[in-house]
């Protein structure tokens, strides 16, 4: 039988430089393609990355972006599904964003707007630009729109026993995410999240998915708040930017802060930068960012 060629690029997220922010390999797969989940897996083995995503084209959406409200045009629609080295994941956010990136510098190079179908329902990515820090000069960022997840406080037989991992830290509040399954654990500064050492056989042995580790970013650092996530059971120690995280941490750091717009910077050894704006009354959150194609290449089938 012959091989077929699907078409491939890892690209970084959250991020303007290449090798920074959280790598995602997107495959765009033909809509004939006859594939199922243990190759999609057995591929996200391959590349052994935070998050391999895979993309299929669905019947366009009619929609009135981004023309005007009296236009009507054609949205593109693909199927996307994300997959850890060991499991898939019902949502992630670096990945959507490399995917979209992907489709916007190739299949899709005139259009503002795409929709994923996913096991999160319909999710959209857009063009939109912004200035760059103190510079003038207006750069290309994808906004992502996401459902907001809610916290809620921890049972005592819940609390995550991280002693290790949190090294005599003063710990600010525990709670848990109520559609992801994870821990949030705030610290009392966004120094000592950058500065943690994590133990991720403790991390490992507590209950939930992960376990994402926060605080009040530093005066002066152009930041509202910094994070780390932990996800060994996910077959990753550290996911280096985690944007569904702030599904999350937006609501929680938005009611601390008093601020619909935030700033958050991951503080992982690759880090990343996510723009975050909270949506209160349709309880949605826009998470924007860069990305960078470091590689492309074809899949064998």
């Given amino acids: 039988m012959p091989q077929r060629a699907i078409k491939y690029a890892v690209i970084d997220a959250f991020?303007?430089?290449?090798f920074k922010g959280n790598p995602a390999a997107v495959c765009l797969l033909e809509e004939t393609a006859d594939v199922d989940e243990h190759w999609m897996l057995s591929v996200a083995k391959e590349f052994n990355i935070s998050e391999t995503c895979f993309l299929t084209r669905v019947v366009s959406?009619?929609?009135?972006?981004?023309?005007?409200?009296?236009?009507?045009?054609?949205?593109?629609?693909?199927?996307?599904?994300?997959?850890?080295?060991?499991?898939?994941?019902n949502l992630c956010g670096h990945a959507t964003l490399a995917s979209a990136h992907f489709l916007f510098t190739s299949a899709l190079l005139?259009?503002?707007?795409?929709?994923f179908i996913t096991k999160s329902g319909l999710l959209t990515a857009k063009k939109v630009t912004?200035?760059?820090?103190?510079?003038?000069?207006?750069?290309?960022?994808?906004?992502?729109?996401?459902?907001?997840?809610?916290?809620?406080?921890?049972?005592?037989?819940?609390l995550p026993s991280i002693p290790l991992t949190l090294n005599g830290l003063s710990v600010v509040n525990v709670l848990k995410t109520t559609a992801s399954d994870d821990f949030i654990v705030e610290v009392s500064s966004?120094?000592?999240?950058?500065?943690?050492?994590?133990?991720?056989n403790e991390i490992q042995k507590c209950a939930g998915r992960g376990v994402i580790v926060t605080g009040q970013a530093p005066d002066g650092s152009g930041f509202d708040f910094f994070s780390r996530f932990f996800c060994p059971k996910l077959g990753i120690n550290e996911d280096p930017v985690c944007g569904s995280a702030h599904c999350a941490l937006v609501p929680y750091w938005s009611r601390?802060?008093?601020?619909?717009?935030?700033?958050?910077?991951?503080?992982?050894?690759?880090?990343?930068?996510?723009?975050?704006?909270?949506?209160?009354?349709?309880?949605?959150?826009?998470?924007?960012?860069?990305?960078?194609?470091?590689?492309?290449g074809t899949l064998l089938v």
């Fill in 256 to 296: 601390k802060l008093q601020k619909k717009s935030l700033t958050a910077f991951m503080a992982s050894p690759r880090s990343g930068v996510l723009h975050l704006e909270l949506d209160e009354k349709s309880q949605r959150v826009r998470i924007s960012g860069e990305a960078v194609t470091v590689m492309v």
């Fill in 15 to 18: 991020t303007g430089e290449a």
């Fill in 130 to 158: 912004k200035s760059k820090s103190a510079s003038k000069d207006m750069k290309l960022f994808i906004e992502l729109d996401f459902p907001a997840d809610q916290v809620v406080k921890c049972n005592a037989s819940e």
């Fill in 110 to 115: 005139e259009h503002e707007i795409v929709e």
């Fill in 61 to 89: 959406a009619v929609g009135s972006y981004p023309k005007s409200s009296n236009q009507s045009v054609d949205i593109p629609r693909f199927s996307l599904r994300w997959f850890t080295p060991v499991a898939e994941v």
């Fill in 190 to 200: 966004g120094k000592e999240v950058a500065e943690l050492q994590p133990n991720f």
